[in-house]
């Protein structure tokens, strides 16, 4: 599992965040909660790298908070996609995918440097 302290990068949180809310609007436990399920329990998102992550991208443009009452009836923020950040979603999961297959390629690589043989 992933926690704050683990490397989780930035962007790559960034990103799951897009993801989550370009289901609708979420709150924060929403957010990690999906993140979680979503990744089978390999990625947990902690309060302390989550909400700096959401204020980070609010102050970007690519989402905004509305205060709302959660389904356990307690106050909660909102976060949803803005058009920038639909926008920003389009664009960083077209270079996830190509990190992804970059990195997947030399990791499954059988193919040995030339200065190795």
Do not use: C
């Amino acid at each position: 599992m992933f926690t704050k302290d683990s490397g989780l990068l930035q962007g790559t949180l960034e990103l799951l965040v897009l993801k989550t809310l370009s289901w609708g609007p979420m709150h924060g436990y929403g957010i990690a909660s999906w993140i979680e399920s979503a990744t089978g329990d390999v990625l947990r998102v902690e309060e302390g790298s989550l909400y700096p992550a959401l204020y980070r991208m609010t102050r970007k443009g690519w989402i905004k908070g509305e205060w709302g009452t959660s389904e356990n009836n307690r106050r909660a923020k909102f976060y949803q996609l803005t058009r920038e950040g639909e926008r920003q979603f389009r664009e960083q999961t077209t270079g996830w995918e190509r990190f992804a297959s970059a990195v997947t390629s030399a990791v499954g690589s059988t193919r040995a440097p030339a200065w190795a043989r």
